[in-house]
Each structure stands twice: as structure tokens, then as C-alpha cells.
Nanobody, 116 residues
């Protein structure tokens, strides 16, 4: 079992920045990939980006160059640094853990609202 807790969401003006955190606990050594997803009202959940246990990252085209995923292994935490935020980035952001056993775990989500 893996438990995930996101934090760091809030209200920010367009062009601003926020950093989201996802703290993992439990069977963290089983985690292969950590991903960030987001879901805007009335839309499907979409992948924002991911980071592997080896530190390799990839991003959706919509956030490439603006968002950065990093990890602090000592703190068992993954971060999503979001810069140059746009109103269309408004969504609930979720972190997700994928384990070596093929299991997925989700956090509770954190709201990000970008005002124009």
C-alpha cells in the first residue's frame, strides 16, 4: 500500500508560479513511476507529466517548458513546479504512484486556480 498526500495548491494570477508537493508513505520502494494528472471541470483527467525512479521526466506538450517535476528521495516527496501559469491550467491536480506490482495509487487532489 502507498499513501499519497498532495499540497501546495491555491489561487494565483496568470503568469505566476506555484509548487505542488506529493508526499508518499507506505511501500514507497515499490514505486516505479510518479505521475501528476489534472482534471478541469467538465473535462477528463489528463496526464501532466511523470518522473521515474531513476529521475527521468516527461511532460505533456501543453506544459512543456513551464512545468518541472522533481523528487526528493530523502523526503519521499515529488514536486511539480509550475511557472508561467495560464487560466487553462486551472484544475484539480493529482499525484499518482505506479508500483512494480502493477498497482496504482492516487492522492486526494489539490485545487489550482489561475485567474486572468
Amino acid at each position: 500500500q502507498v499513501q499519497l498526500v498532495e499540497s501546495g495548491g491555491g489561487l494565483v494570477q496568470a503568469g505566476g508560479s506555484l509548487r505542488l508537493s506529493c508526499a508518499a508513505s507506505g511501500s514507497i520502494f515499490d514505486i516505479n513511476v510518479m505521475r501528476w494528472f489534472r482534471q478541469a471541470p467538465g473535462k477528463q483527467r489528463e496526464l501532466v507529466g511523470a518522473i521515474t525512479s531513476g529521475g527521468i521526466t516527461n511532460y505533456a506538450n501543453s506544459v512543456k517548458g513551464r512545468f518541472t517535476i522533481s523528487r526528493d528521495n530523502a523526503e519521499n516527496t515529488v514536486y511539480l513546479q509550475m511557472n508561467s501559469l495560464k487560466p487553462e491550467d486551472t484544475a484539480v491536480y493529482y499525484c499518482n504512484a505506479f508500483t512494480t506490482y502493477g498497482s496504482y495509487y492516487w492522492g486526494q487532489g489539490t485545487q489550482v486556480t489561475v485567474s486572468s
